[in-house]
């Protein structure tokens, strides 16, 4: 346990290519030792090198499976629990920004179509109130 916190520590100061060096390493040492803490070592590489949607959900099955076989008294099994929740909690986060932004879009959008009506309705009716406003005050 502590090795592997160690790694995890470690992990977290590396640049970008060290990580995915990291991230291949503990890729062949789980194809040759399916431990829990290779597991949990691979799950966290994903988790921060994030270069597809689809790594937070590898490391999310990573975390279940140390969930699903290791003793419930086991503290990588407690340490995967956590890390697990964090990152089902940051999908969540990043979902909910998402429609919040999508909202913002469409609201957006709903803005520029009302724009555009009302510069339809202005040029069919032949420029609309602003020429007539300034001609009035000319008298």
Known sequence: MIALLSDLQRFGTLANDELKREL???TQALARQRT???RVRLAVLYTLIRTSPQDDQRAVQLFENVAKSASPASPIRHLAAVLHLQVV???KAVRDEQQKADTAIQK???LRAMERSLLRD???SGGG???AG???SGR
């Open 129 to 131: 109130g602003g020429a």
């Open 24 to 26: 291949a390493a503990a």
């Open 122 to 124: 202005r040029v069919r």
């Open 89 to 91: 909690e940051r999908q």
């Open 134 to 136: 300034a001609g009035g």
């Open 36 to 38: 829990d803490a290779n």
């Open 108 to 110: 957006l959008e709903a």
